[in-house]
Structure formats: C-alpha cells, structure tokens
C-alpha cells in the first residue's frame, strides 16, 4: 500500500502476516510534507489488529523537527495504542535528537485537557471569587478613604500638577465625543417624541420633556458612561501595565504607596470634572431637543419659557450629586482593576475590560437608587 501526501515525501506502508506492518519514509519529512501523512497513518493505523511495527527511516534525504516529532510520536504508541514499534534507520545525528527527547517529556509539555467541572462546583468557584473580590474592594475603599483627607490637606502629598494632567487627559480630551453623542441623543428624543405628543396637541412639551430627561438622567448617565468607557479604562490600562512591568512593586520598595501616589490625583480629579461634563453634556442634549423645536416652529422665547417651567433647582442638584458619585464609581474602579491585574500578555485587557463592565454596571445601579430616593423626597 503505497500513500503519497505529497511528491516531496515518500511513504510505503505494508501490512504483513501474523500482526506485522512496516512504515518506510523516504525524501523530506518536514513540517510541510507531515500534515497529510499524519492523517493518512492515522486513519491507515486505526482500528488495525497490529502486534509489531517498524518504522524505516533510512531512505530519509531530511527530516526536522516536526518530523521527529512523528517519528518520536509513532514509537511511544501514540498511533498504534499497545502495539510494539521500532525505528530505524536515522542518521547518527538524527538518531540523537531522536533519543533525546523522552516520553516524559511529551507529557512534561503536552497542554494539559481542559476539566469539565460540575456545575455544583463551578458555582462555588464563582461565589469564592465574587467573595475574594468583595473584600479586595472594601480594603481598597479603605486605603482610599484612609488617604484622601491627608493627602488633599498636604500640598506636597497630593501632587496637584498630576490632578492637573488628569483633569485635562480626562476632562477636556472628552468633550468632543461627549459634545457629539449629546446633542445627537437630544435631538433624537426631540424627533421621537414631537410625533406622539403631535396628536394629543402636546407638541410644544418636547422641551419641556427633554430639559427634564436630560438634566435628571441622560446628561448624568452619558457623561459617566463615556468616561468609564474612556477614561476608567485608562485607569486600568496605566495601572495594569505599571503592575506588569513591576513598576508599582518599585514603588513600595522605595516606600511609597501607590494609593497616595497614583490612585488618590486620579479620583480627585475625575469627582471634579464629572459634574462639569454632566452639565455640558445636559445643555448639549438641550440644545439639540431646542434646534427640533426651533425646525418645528416654536419661537426661541417659547422654548426658553417651556425650559425655565421644566427644570428646577433641585433636578440641578439631583444632577450634581450624580456627577460627584459616577465620578467617583469611574475612577476608583479603573484604578482597582488597574491594581487587581495579574502577569501575563492578557492581563491588561481583562483589567480593562473588567473595568469598563464593572463601571457601568454600578453607574446603573447608582442611577436607580437615585431615581428612588428622589421619587420618595418629591412625594
């Protein structure tokens, strides 16, 4: 029986009387001429009642790694399950890197199979986990709460030129995208609601339902979800990868802690800057809700009234508050994902990840917390 897997390489293979067979390679045997001989001896070899095999190797012209790895492969019994192989026939130097590299080699680097655990135990995986990172998060909640005020009472502490970086890297880098994904998301509302409020002749409470919507909750919930999304997970990246390359570990051999030193600038600066980009972001969905008011036809002044009727000091405040706690849920979870990064070439993107997820996941929370209490003081 004769198989050709490619016009480079040769292989013969015979089956003879009483359980015997020979396998004879002849030409190159390399990485490109083994892949369909591979599959071809295996599907040959399987299911076959063999007592002996013999490899002949001696009408080889070359042979590299990936060929000795099939040679090596066929001789412990990988192919022919209980069955006694033989090769021969390899050059002397052949014949050493043959002999070389051992059974327990193969299974010293052989990936181990992935488990199949039981759901019982994966569940307990998940709550030992979410458990872990629970107290990681009230440790570092209190690192930060234990630092904050000496650090801000101390000027020399608290490195205001870094809380200056951060506010513009932060802050005014942002305002584009949250100018655009604003004043899109205002006139969106506008031209979704002018239609339905058209036929009970509610036309002009437009305004007054996005000065409302915006200012309450869109404008709060854009800017921190933006920021988690660009600027959270800048947290994480800067500070996962000062944690792979060590730099942090070089920090607190030389003393310093890497809450005071890089975590405390970066949450003062983003609890500053939030509640500024919130109400950027709520005039730009205003402004956006106005231009479909002004294409509709109501003039400037009617608008203006409609707004001044709408919004209160205290949607303001609801406002301000939000901004201040999304600000802080932002950055203290960037910069705890950024310190929970473990080694590896991933590493940083599942920080990252994990911070933009975890962010918005809270963001929401806090958002219907506030919605509630806001509902029960208002009764």
């Known amino acids: 029986m004769e198989l050709n897997p490619q016009d480079e390489l040769d292989l013969d293979l015979q089956f003879g009387p009483a359980g015997h067979a020979r ?42 790694g990936a060929g000795l790895a099939l040679l090596r492969y066929m001789s412990m019994g990988r192919m022919t399950p209980g069955v006694s192989v033989s090769v021969g026939g390899l050059e002397a130097g052949l014949e050493q890197l043959f002999r070389s590299f051992t059974d327990q080699d193969y299974e010293m680097f052989r990936p181990p199979r992935a488990k199949c655990h039981p759901l ?75 239609q339905p409020l058209a036929q009970f002749g509610a036309q002009m409470f437009v305004v007054n339902m996005i000065g409302l919507v915006m200012v309450r909750e869109l404008g709060p919930l854009l800017a921190a979800v933006l920021l988690a999304g660009r600027s959270g997970s800048a947290f994480a990246a800067e500070i996962g990868t000062m944690k792979v390359s060590e730099e942090l570990d070089a920090l607190q051999t030389l003393g310093l802690d890497p809450i005071r030193c890089l975590v405390i600038q970066r949450i003062t600066a983003t609890i500053l ?3 500024l980009l919130t109400f950027y972001a709520s005039f730009l969905g205003i402004a956006g809700g106005g231009l479909v008011a002004l294409g509709l036809g109501f003039p400037l002044t009617l608008i203006f009234q409609q707004l001044t009727s709408a919004v209160h000091l205290s ?24 310190l929970q990064t473990q080694r590896g070439a991933s590493a940083v993107g599942v920080s990252t990840t994990r911070a933009v997820v975890t962010s918005i996941v809270l963001i929401v929370i806090a958002d219907a917390i506030f919605s509630v209490l806001f509902f029960v003081l208002k009764r």
Do not use: Y
């Not at 076959?48 to 042979?63: E, F, I």
């Not at 949607?315 to 950024?338: E, M, N, P, Q, W």
């Open 315 to 338: 949607d303001i405040a609801l406002a301000t508050a939000k901004g201040l706690v999304f600000g802080a849920i932002v950055s203290a979870v960037g910069c705890l994902r950024g």
């Open 273 to 275: 800057l939030t509640p």
């Open 120 to 194: 019982p135990e994966e569940v307990g995986a998940a709550v030992r986990q979410a458990f872990s990172d629970l107290q990681q998060q009230v440790q570092f909640l209190g690192s930060v709460t234990r630092n904050l005020l000496p650090t801000l009472l101390n000027r020399q502490r608290m490195r205001w030129p870094q809380v200056c970086r951060v506010f513009e890297t932060t802050g005014a880098n942002a305002v584009p995208i949250v100018s655009l994904v604003s004043l899109l998301v205002g006139m969106i509302i506008a031209f979704e609601a002018a």
């Open 23 to 64: 396998v004879a390679f002849g030409g190159r045997l390399n990485a490109e001429t083994i892949v369909n001989c591979w599959e071809r001896l295996q599907r040959a070899l399987h299911d076959t009642k063999l007592q002996k095999l013999d490899v002949d190797a001696s009408a080889l012209r070359s042979c590299d």
